[in-house]
């Protein structure tokens, strides 16, 4: 479940990480009496349950209450990654001499946690460990053992942090792992962890990711008004016409949309498109033995979002019946038809039926497999994945 911004820095400010005073808006109106009390300059914070909002102009600086009124206006207008704004939280404006990113999350391959630092803050942490590993600084804890200021010191050290300010990072980097740790959180992030010009450290953004099976844990969290909430804000336009549909899924940021049969094949899949050098676009589960119906809407939901630039189709037939997918294909292309390229295959129930369906089907109406390319059991999954990630680069261009 993750958290707003202004809700996790309540977290970290519980926690005696240094945050900024910040208050909330909900029409440009409130944005105006809000600066005009302040009287100085603010920056406007769209609140998005989403990343790179600063890249989609979610956060403006301004200097006086007219100028909030009209750029707060803007800013409730915008729609960022299919979140719209409802709510700004307005700060005062600091001066930035420098960036650092500071994080803790779950290291799953080795069921350890893992501290995460750089001085590169304020960008994709992604992005930093893909161009410049050497940047990246991690430290991995057992579940049960405890951060001691000295690791604290080591990694503020590492990261740039001057060494007049270690004390104070230190304490920052032990609340944050604490944080982590009480509030059965799967991510807590602060980026950037600003130095500002009068040589204070300040989170200047939070967030703060919670596992909603574990939110029953902290009646507390309550008191700040943070209670585990399925509100359709919490998910893209798509995650809610799925929900609608019962279909299990979750949008990612890749082009190659997944479509997959179950979800074990559709972590598979998943694998062998990054190994190939490509990014799924979502995750998907079809369930066991799914009715066309369900496997056409699947289709929809992949078809008509923006960020695919080809459908990635993969299924074993177990409980589930391949012709049944093959029927349920065929119904989406007579009744949607497909704007992207497609690569599938089909293997184990009913296998040899699904591909004569569509042979069958292409032969009747050839324009209707204009995008798509069908294979059985005799093609690698892996070829049909390097298929995939070749039709999305080609898409892309």
Known sequence: MRLYEFEGKQLFKKAGIPVAEGQLAASAEEAYDVVARLEQPVALKAQVLTGGRGKAGGIRLVDGANEARTEATELFGLTIKGFPVRKLLIEPKFSVKQEYYLGVTIDRANYKLVVIGSGEGGVDIEETAEKSPEKIVRKTFSIGEPMYTFDALAIARKIGIPQD????????????????KQYDAKLVEINPLVLTDEHELMAADSRVS???DAVFRHPE???LGIEKRHEEG???????????WGI??????????????????GIMGNDFIHYYGGK?????????????ERIAKMLVLLDENPNVKAIFGARFGGISRCDDFAKGVIMFLKDHGLSKPMVMRMTGNMWQEGVKIFEEAKEAEPELFKHIEFHGIETPIEEISKRAV????EGGN
Not at 168 to 178: D, G, H, N, R, T
Not at 250 to 260: A, K, Q, R, V, Y
Not at 284 to 291: A, I, N, Q, R, T
Not at 390 to 393: K, P, Q, S, T, Y
């Open 390 to 393: 070749e039709l999305a680069r």
């Open 234 to 244: 919490e998910m893209t336009p798509r995650e809610q016409q799925a929900t609608e």
């Open 280 to 292: 799924p676009a979502n995750f998907m589960d079809s369930g066991g033995g799914p009715k066309p």
């Open 248 to 265: 299990p899924y979750l949008d990612l940021d890749g082009t190659i949309g997944m479509f997959p049969g179950g979800a074990g094949f």
């Open 221 to 223: 969290l309550a008191d």
């Open 210 to 212: 919670l596992d909603d």
């Open 165 to 180: 300010l270690g004390k104070k990072a230190a304490a920052i980097i032990v609340s944050l792992f604490k944080l982590f």
